[in-house]
Antibody
Framework: QVQLQESGPGLVKPSETLSLTCTVS????????WSWIRQPAGKGLEWIGR???????NYNPSLKSRVTMSVDTSKNQFSLKLSSVTAADTAVYYC?????????WGQGTTVTVSS | EIVMTQSPATLSVSPGERATLSCRAS??????LAWYQQKPGQAPRLLIY???TRATGIPARFSGSGSGTEFTLTISSLQSEDFAVYYC????????????FGQGTKLEIK
């Protein structure tokens, strides 16, 4: 079955850019939407945005000015970049397949913003 | 932005009893509503999509209902593994493609 795995630095300095990649295994990345969601410790879920395999994107308006998503179908991967990070961006970041709800999730990766 | 409000924040129920969780949208989301279960240290798991369709592998004791702005998740006979946090999420296209989650309901053992 399809599995997702997030990867990227666990520590990012304030004002720098957070970069994460999600690798899709057990199935093709094509013809689906793929989302990023984050969750600060002890808090709820926040949708960051989504990307289709064509490269079409939708972003949360509250983050839109800082978010860039991309997809590499040859590697079965999609990526998230979040610029100008602050401590408020410290969270567990999840990638998920966006199909009739978010039906497949990665295990999540913790990103801490600190100098 | 469509705001999703879940109630109650915490629900205490005994094993074997029924649990009813509510989710209200600030404007109509039609049936574009999903429910997720999250246990500590784990990613959320999709339970229900389309307001009432169980996701693959989800036991029949989980059921969803509602449309428009009022939604309910019912767990008919609570098992020990059901005690967790539950989130609703709208994925309506209008006025824009923007997903929002409720703040969650913690289902705890009474």
């Amino acid at each position: 079955q399809v599995q997702l795995q997030e990867s990227g630095p666990g520590l990012v300095k304030p004002s720098e850019t957070l970069s994460l990649t999600c690798t899709v295994s057990g199935g093709s990345i094509s013809s689906y939407y793929w989302s990023w969601i984050r969750q600060p410790a002890g808090k709820g879920l926040e949708w960051i945005g989504r990307i289709y395999t064509s490269g079409s994107t939708n972003y949360n308006p509250s983050l839109k000015s800082r978010v860039t998503m991309s997809v590499d179908t040859s590697k079965n991967q999609f990526s998230l970049k979040l610029s100008s990070v602050t401590a408020a961006d410290t969270a567990v970041y999840y990638c998920a397949r966006d199909y009739q709800g978010m039906d497949v999730w990665g295990q999540g990766t913790t990103v801490t913003v600190s100098s | 932005e469509i705001v999703m409000t879940q109630s109650p924040a915490t629900l205490s129920v005994s094993p074997g009893e029924r649990a009813t969780l509510s989710c209200r949208a600030s404007q109509s989301v039609s049936s574009n509503l999903a429910w997720y279960q999250q246990k500590p240290g784990q990613a959320p798991r999709l339970l229900i999509y389309g307001a009432s369709t169980r996701a693959t592998g989800i036991p029949a004791r989980f059921s969803g209902s509602g449309s428009g702005t009022e939604f309910t998740l019912t767990i008919s006979s609570l098992q020990s593994e059901d005690f967790a946090v539950y989130y609703c999420q709208q994925y309506n296209n209008w006025p824009r493609r923007m997903y929002t989650f409720g703040q969650g309901t913690k289902l705890e053992i009474k």
